[in-house]
C-alpha cells in the first residue's frame, strides 16, 4: 500500500475546481488499494466540505492536524503564547490576520484586510474577534497591503513562521516553524505502518517543500515555484495540463508501468 499526499490549491484544484483528469486518477489510485491524503494549509471543515469525495484522510493546518475517517492521527494546535507573540508583532505592522479553528476562522487586525481574507474561504467562515484566550487555532494566515508591507511582515516573523503567498491575492498562509505538513507526512506513515520509500507527495507552492522533502518521492507540480521544482524527485506537467495524472503515471501508481 501506497500513501498519496495531494497540497489543494494550485495542485489538485483551482479554488474548489478539481480537474476530470484528476479526478479518474484518484479513483483509480484509490480502487487499487492506495490511500489519498489531502495536505493543506485549509482547516478541517473547509476540506470535509469541499474535497471529502477526493481522500481517505486529511492532513490540514500546514501539518497540525492530520484525519484518517473519523479517527485524530495527529493534533497540535497553537499555544495561547504563540498567538499572543504573532499577534503583536502584526498589530505592530498594522497587518491582518485570521486564525484557523477546525471549524471556523477568526480575523483580527487591519479591518481593510477582512473581505480579501474572508473571500478565500467559504461563505461566513472567516468571522471578526480574536481571543487567544480562547482559541485553539491551528495556524493562521496574514493580509498585506503590498509586496513592500509582506516583506515586512515576513522579516518580523522570520525566525518563527514561514510565509506562502497566495500568488496575486494579498494574502498569505504560514507555517509555524516546527511542525509543518512534512512532520505530519511522516507521522501518518508511521500510524499507518507504511514506510516513507512508499509515500508520494505533490505541491506548488512554497509550504509544499518540507512535504516534498520528507516524502519518500516528491513531485512537484509544472506551475509550482522554482525553489519546490529544484528539491523535487519529478516536475509533472500544470494542473491544467493533467498534472496529477501525469505524475501518477510517471511512478506506476495508475496505468501502465512505463
Sequence with gaps: MNLVFFDIDGTL?????????????????RNRGDLVFICTGRSLSYVQMNFSRYAD??????????????????DHPLSADQIRDVIRKLDELNAGYAFFEKHNGWYGGNPAGFEAMAAGWDPGFVKNGVDPDRLR?????????????RL??????????????HGPHPTADVTVIGIDKGTALVHVAEKLGVTIDHTYAFGDGVND??????????????????????????VTTAIREDGVKNGLL????????E
Excluded at 57 to 73: P, Q, W
Excluded at 214 to 229: D, P, Q, W
Excluded at 250 to 257: D, P, V
Aim: aromatic share 8%; with cysteine; hydrophobic share 40%.
Design 13 to 29: 484544484a483551482i479554488r474548489k475546481d478539481v480537474p476530470v483528469s484528476a479526478q479518474k486518477a484518484l479513483e483509480e489510485l
Design 57 to 74: 484522510g486529511f492532513i490540514c493546518s500546514n501539518g497540525r492536524l492530520a484525519v484518517k475517517e473519523d479517527e485524530i492521527l495527529y
Design 137 to 149: 487555532a491551528y495556524n493562521f494566515d496574514v493580509w498585506f497591503e503590498s509586496t513592500e508591507h
Design 152 to 165: 515586512q511582515i515576513e522579516e518580523a516573523l522570520k525566525d518563527t513562521c514561514l510565509l506562502n503567498p
Design 209 to 234: 517543500l518540507c512535504m516534498l522533502e520528507s516524502a519518500g518521492h516528491g513531485i512537484a507540480m509544472g506551475n509550482a515555484v522554482e525553489a519546490l521544482k529544484e528539491k523535487a524527485e519529478f
Design 250 to 257: 510517471h511512478y506506476g501508481l495508475i496505468g501502465g508501468k
